[in-house]
């Protein structure tokens, strides 16, 4: 009976397109993946192996034997087997060099050499090249010899004997074109080039911007080395937007099912930062204990003040981490930016503090205290909007990620001048 | 001097992508961005104009007379159109209305009936069409009689007489495969196709996986209406990280040279939900007014329990929406989860809690408030994970989402409950 249910399984998994393996898998418990993964057809090995997340390959990896992970890995292409080779076993990555040519050798050497967060790193090396005097019939011809086109050719690369790159055919121009004309005559000549060593959030901007399928990656002299495509420009935003996300909560990406030693180390430098900025905020306001020990409803006040200052900082900060994320902030820019955040901070805390002070009225029932709270409210909250403005800023002039850092440093001054601010004010008007 | 100046930065201006002047126009505050839209040559506008974010639109709209206006918009597609439609002066509308064919107001009255996060409002409505029992030569004779092939034309759709799809062909077999066969021979069967009324961010979720350029767009009968293509998916991957990035600080997208009353409105409504949650926090800990004026030490250390058990709650909620967000999350392995993040945040709590509790002796002197400080800090931190767990899956359950709402609910459980656990804990033990 389980065998039987075994080859249903088998034969439902098998009936998947490769992307939807590789889905469910990332989406198992560790044991339950690696049953499945072993029904998987050994021909959709090589798929899904790249398909899946960094952190799933290694536990599927770890359950193939050397002959299955040789068969899968020796028919990729060369930026594909560079992807993997972190995760391959040594002997197994000597056996598939073996197989490859040599030209094939000198591609995997060079995208190993890349960083993996360079266009080099996400570029591959297939593309359609013609020379720029023959026809577009020849060029019609020369295709019709091949397989299949690349995926995503959406345009082919025109090249002289030197592989210097001359122009872009798109297939577009080649489908409505005479056949009788040249390429040279049909070709752009008007396109965008990567360079190897570029960020690949800067290549996935362009992509962006100008609505590109593929773009060419030219070397220093101009010759064509490679070709990224949407298809891998796609996985970078994603993968950009995710890490930002999880990095604001100081964290990185994390398989919900990983072992908890795992999750354990992820978090835990996060949390021991945050107990060091609350400890040293708490410490600032243990330095007015003779003030709140006169006034305990201070005690109660005072985290609001902090938790709305931190609060109207973090929008200010997400904002502005976004406008840099995008390249609008500029040096020229930057001073009108501040007074605006300032303005609608002074404004919005004005507006704010109307409440708060009536709230700590009625706790207090105490006028002064609910003076004190405004004015520390607003006070805090332009400190919110100053650091939120400013730490971003200069984190990323220094070439630092501006959203990680950025957060610490703003909770750790909102927090501290908060209490500061706040006590320090009812200490010089209450007492 | 000024007029030569002018005339330099004209040429400048128009010497760019379309889609450069349009990022230039986001990045300027709204007299420099009104003056710079001047020298945009005619031509340019309508690109433009498609191209920049809604919030820039409407100003740029407002410089335009009528005529400007109806020149820019009559050459669009009905697609276009529609997108645009809501900025428009109603005059303007109708006159560019009288321009279209039948069929073209028919596409722009169909293109409006759909939401802006459907597919039916990102679709367009230009693509190729042929038939099943024609001949690949007759094909490229036809393209070949085409001006140009539609942006992001990496297939063309088989059809019959009642516009059904009945497959479709890419470019690449067309290319490759021999001119006498029939279009029915080399046609592809097994494609991904969407409904109108699917969600965009759906949409966006099937091209990442497939890799995919672009994909059909079929009604109830199985009749081809239209087609989306990666350039329109990849916007809406990147608005949709946007407004998560935004919603997660409680804001709509701002231009950040917006207006002060805008920026005041956007911001407001959030910072006031989080002075209600703070001051029930504060409610909540002044009814120990009599434990805190005893001990007055435990004023400072209240704020780091809630701090600390709002941060790792926070860290579980963004492992949680992620997985949601894919789709990772089932009511299988929901269970497991919440287990794994119990699990990992008692461990992470203990060690941190030595840290909080060595801090508390050092602070009180007082052996009995580092334990109860160290019990309070675990305790809290639990909150933190169940909260960071249940409410986001509850309200991904309810069709909501996940991401804003959650956020106050976690600060407000983890505030209130921190203080409550703490001070309570507090006043058992230690009075």
């Known amino acids: 009976l389980q065998r039987q249910h075994e080859n249903e399984l088998r034969a439902?998994?098998?009936?998947?397109?490769?992307?939807?393996?590789?889905?469910?898998?990332?989406?198992?418990?560790?044991?339950?993946?690696?049953?499945?993964?072993?029904?998987?057809?050994?021909?959709?090995?090589?798929?899904?192996?790249?398909?899946?997340?960094?952190?799933?390959?290694?536990?599927?990896?770890?359950?193939?034997?050397?002959?299955?992970?040789?068969?899968?890995?020796?028919?990729m292409d060369a930026d594909e087997i560079a992807d993997l080779i972190a995760n391959l076993p040594p002997d197994v990555v000597a056996e598939v060099q073996k197989g490859l040519t040599p030209k094939e050798r000198a591609q995997l050497i060079e995208a190993m050499g890349y960083p993996e967060d360079s266009v080099?790193?996400?570029?591959?090396?297939?593309?359609?090249?013609?020379?720029?005097?023959?026809?577009?019939?020849?060029?019609?011809?020369?295709?019709?010899?091949?397989e299949a086109l690349p995926d995503h050719t959406d345009q082919i690369f025109v090249v002289d004997r030197t592989d210097k790159l001359l122009g872009t055919l798109s297939l577009s121009a080649l489908l409505v074109s005479?056949?009788?004309?040249?390429?040279?005559?049909?070709?752009?000549?008007?396109?965008?080039?990567?360079?190897?060593?570029?960020?690949?959030?800067?290549?996935?901007q362009a992509f962006e911007r100008y609505d590109l399928v593929s773009a060419p990656v030219i070397d220093r002299?101009?010759?064509l080395i490679g070709r990224v495509t949407i298809a891998d420009v796609v996985d970078v935003i994603r993968e950009d937007s995710d890490e930002q996300a999880l990095s604001?909560?100081?964290m990185q990406e994390e398989d919900i099912f990983a072992p908890v030693v795992r999750g354990i180390r992820n978090r835990a430098p996060w949390l021991l930062l945050n107990l060091c900025t609350a400890g040293t905020a708490a410490f600032v306001a243990s330095r007015f204990e003779d003030t709140v020990s006169h006034i305990v409803v201070l005690a109660f006040l005072m985290s609001i003040v902090a938790g709305i200052g931190g609060n109207s900082g973090n929008q200010t900060m997400t904002l502005i981490i976004r406008a840099l994320a995008v390249g609008r902030v500029t040096s020229q820019n930057a001073w009108q930016l501040i007074k605006r955040e300032l303005v609608v901070t002074l404004l919005v805390g004005t507006m704010?503090?109307?409440?708060?002070?009536?709230?700590?009225?009625?706790?207090?029932?105490?006028?002064?205290v609910a003076l004190v709270m405004m004015a520390a409210m607003i006070g805090n909250m332009l400190v919110g909007a100053m650091v939120g403005v400013m730490v971003p800023m200069v984190r990323s002039r220094l070439g630092k990620d501006p959203a990680m850092g950025s957060s610490v440093l703003l909770t750790f001054a909102t927090d501290s001048l908060g209490f500061f601010i706040f006590l320090g004010l009812a200490t010089i008007f209450l007492i």
């Open 178 to 204: 005479d056949p009788d004309a040249t390429v040279r005559d049909v070709m752009s000549t008007d396109y965008l080039t990567l360079d190897p060593m570029d960020a690949d959030a800067e290549a996935a």
């Open 221 to 223: 002299r101009g010759r």
């Open 352 to 368: 704010g503090s109307v409440a708060a002070g009536g709230f700590a009225w009625w706790i207090s029932g105490s006028v002064p």
């Open 12 to 75: 439902l998994v098998n009936s998947l397109h490769p992307a939807d393996i590789a889905f469910i898998l990332e989406s198992l418990p560790k044991e339950d993946r690696q049953m499945i993964w072993q029904l998987v057809r050994a021909e959709f090995d090589a798929d899904v192996l790249l398909e899946v997340a960094d952190w799933v390959r290694q536990s599927l990896i770890e359950t193939m034997d050397r002959a299955d992970l040789v068969a899968a890995t020796e028919n």
């Open 248 to 250: 604001r909560a100081g």
């Open 120 to 146: 080099g790193g996400i570029m591959d090396f297939e593309m359609v090249r013609v020379r720029d005097d023959v026809s577009l019939e020849v060029v019609l011809r020369y295709l019709r010899r091949q």
